[in-house]
């Protein structure tokens, strides 16, 4: 007998031990996420309805976002540190709260998708437990040796003083660079334990401004320059003055 066909197994001796897993499964965000919700329940061997299988889909993957190793890790590093109030991850900035051309203190967020843009930055989409982001990350965070090789889906990052904008409202994007960057955790990263996380280098963290910028004169200096209206302001001519005093005599 042939060596290569010991390495044969019958089906009815896999299907004893071997279960279909679908517990990586997510769907895609938006409507699309109900046809992809729909052609995985057809397929499925306990059909439901397809909101029913959605909402169920969801919650198995919000589960496993937040029970990973990294946002494990971003919870007990912040407690140890004490990077906000009583060390407590729910009382960071939130992204379903956040505004536009607004300054977001303290955010964790799990990285779920990466795209490079072809110019050597990334985009981003981020989520947290109250909503999801896209996020815009210079190329100076992607080459720095700390940070870099950790960048991936899945990874969690803590960001400090992080800004928001809005091309087109209402639209939200994060603008992360370098200084922004506290810690990244990969996605592949072991268990967190009260050992590892004592050793880590406690972080510097730029305290939030008090003052609100100009929401007003930013979007001025980004308005066309030629769909402005020009000052009616202008300073008197004292020629034109004296020649008229001159007329009038």
């Known amino acids: 007998m042939d060596a290569w066909r010991g390495l044969e197994i019958e089906d009815y001796v896999l299907q004893s031990f ?33 909101q029913q299988f959605a909402e169920e889909v969801a919650q198995a993957t919000f589960e496993r976002d937040f029970n990973s190793n990294a946002w494990k890790w971003a919870e007990m590093y912040i407690k140890h540190h004490d990077i906000v109030k009583d060390g407590d991850i729910n009382n960071v900035t939130h992204l379903g709260t956040a505004k536009p051309f607004e300054t977001l203190h303290i955010v964790v967020c ?42 991936g889906v899945g990874c969690v990052m803590i960001l400090n003083h992080v800004t928001t904008f809005s091309a087109y409202p209402p639209n939200i994007y994060l603008n992360i660079v370098l200084t922004n ?55 008197p001519d004292n020629n034109n003055n004296k020649d008229t005093s001159n007329t009038m005599e």
């Open 110 to 151: 799990l990285v779920k998708e990466c795209i490079p843009n072809g110019l050597g930055d990334m985009k981003l989409n981020l989520k947290d437990t109250t909503g999801s982001m896209k996020a815009s990350l210079h190329n100076k965070v992607l080459s720095d040796p700390k940070f870099g090789p950790h960048i």
């Open 18 to 50: 071997l279960k279909k897993c679908d517990s990586s499964s997510s769907l895609i965000p938006g409507p699309a996420g109900n046809i992809q919700a729909a052609m995985l329940n057809r397929i499925s061997d306990d059909p439901r309805t397809t």
């Open 181 to 235: 960057v506290i810690n990244v955790f990969a996605a592949d990263i072991c268990p967190p334990t009260k050992e590892l996380v004592m050793v880590t280098p406690k972080p510097v963290i730029r305290p939030l401004k008090v003052d609100p910028p100009n929401i007003a004169e930013i979007m001025r200096k980004l308005r066309n320059p030629f769909l402005q209206i020009p000052s009616s302001s202008k300073p």
